[in-house]
């Protein structure tokens, strides 16, 4: 977004509620609660699923940037996530965060396997880093495509 907007911790699964940002005067971006490692109770962990759900269902929705850790393999959890993408035709950006905590080799071969365990096609993977930078650029300039490329 180019400044910082959303608040984060060190803590997996903090976010509790859906936290909506207007960017412009026409566009809003909102931060749902994460799922795969959330630390909370069934009843928790659905009551999320159920907001997401929601949100994915909005007329005016854009589509999704999906945050998924370059590190680790797809989980049931964003299997789960994968399908409700599916099922609503939902317009998907896979943006890969921790990208500088694997060498250039690591992240091809990750990007790689995420992108055909996700069966994404190359132009909805981005590689990021907050530390580094790395990739942020990118990512701005396919969120701008997501935005201006679906017909509401």
């Known amino acids: 977004m180019g400044r910082r907007i959303a608040k984060t911790s060190g803590t997996p699964g903090k976010t509790r509620a859906l936290n909506v940002f207007l960017i412009d005067d026409s566009h809003y971006f909102l931060d749902l609660p994460g799922y795969g490692y959330a630390r909370a109770g069934q009843t928790q962990r659905t009551a999320f699923r159920a907001l997401v759900k929601y949100a994915l269902q909005r007329e005016r929705l854009k589509g999704v940037v999906w945050l998924l850790d370059i ?3 797809p989980s049931s959890d964003d299997r789960a996530m994968q399908d409700v993408l599916v099922e609503g ?4 950006l896979a943006a890969l965060t921790k990208g500088d905590k694997l060498s250039t080799a690591q992240r091809r071969t ?3 396997q995420l992108r055909e365990d996700l069966e ?3 132009d909805q993977v981005v590689v990021t880093s907050a530390k580094t930078g790395e990739g942020i650029a990118d990512l701005k300039e396919a969120i701008a495509g997501l935005i201006s490329g679906v017909t509401q």
């Open 71 to 73: 590190r680790h393999p």
């Open 89 to 92: 035709e939902t317009h998907v």
């Open 110 to 112: 990750r990007e790689h």
């Open 120 to 122: 994404l096609p190359e």
